[in-house]
């Protein structure tokens, strides 16, 4: 199954969380790594961070919105933000790991309304939010979180075959929840 990791740069508890869910086996997009971020160096930029268009940024911007705003359509903004959509895209759930920002936020409320599996872990908190509440799962248990993950995956691969398709185990890396190689013939 593909999962994707909502956090924040400065969240230490995010690099645990992708290795413990690639652990189960999941394909997990982790917007700091290397390549694609999907775990293979691959092709891609790697993790965007501000600091890349202005070393000043958290100092100055909250003083000058319009730099902020013509950082936005900064060429390399625009491929990391691109980068996390496509993958944000490309998921069959979504982990949001706390304490967070509002990038985070937004990427957890897309997955809830986009009808994906969404959990919360909060490990730590700096702020109460009550918009968390959308997801399907809110904990600060990790063990939960993977036990939740491998049922959802266990049912989209009972689903693919009581619908006849032949595919690989999401466990083992499909692209979509119900990619199909070809139907088979019905079951009585």
């Known amino acids: 199954m593909k999962i994707y990791v909502a956090s924040s740069w400065r969240n230490h508890y995010h690099p645990e969380v992708v290795s413990a869910l690639r652990a189960d086996g999941h394909e997990v997009y982790d917007f700091k790594g290397s390549g694609d971020g999907w775990g293979s160096d691959g092709k891609g930029p790697g993790g965007f961070g501000w600091s890349e268009i202005d070393k000043e940024w958290e100092r ?15 060429p390399r903004a625009i491929e990391g933000f691109r980068r996390d959509m496509d993958a944000l895209e490309l998921a069959d759930a979504c982990v949001m790991v706390m304490p967070c920002g509002p ?36 904990t600060s248990d990790l063990e939960e979180i993977r036990a939740a993950l491998q049922g959802v995956a266990r049912k989209f691969d009972e689903l693919d075959r009581k619908l006849g398709f032949v595919s690989e185990p999401l466990l083992a890396g499909r692209s979509t929840p119900h990619e199909a190689v070809a139907p088979t013939e019905a079951k009585p």
């Open 60 to 74: 100055e911007w909250t003083k000058d919105i319009p730099r902020y705003l013509q950082a936005l359509n900064h």
């Open 103 to 138: 990038s985070a936020s937004m990427e957890m409320g897309w997955a809830c309304g986009a009808g994906c599996f969404v959990a919360v872990y909060i490990p730590a908190i700096r702020e109460p939010d009550l918009m968390v509440k959308m997801a399907d799962l809110i």
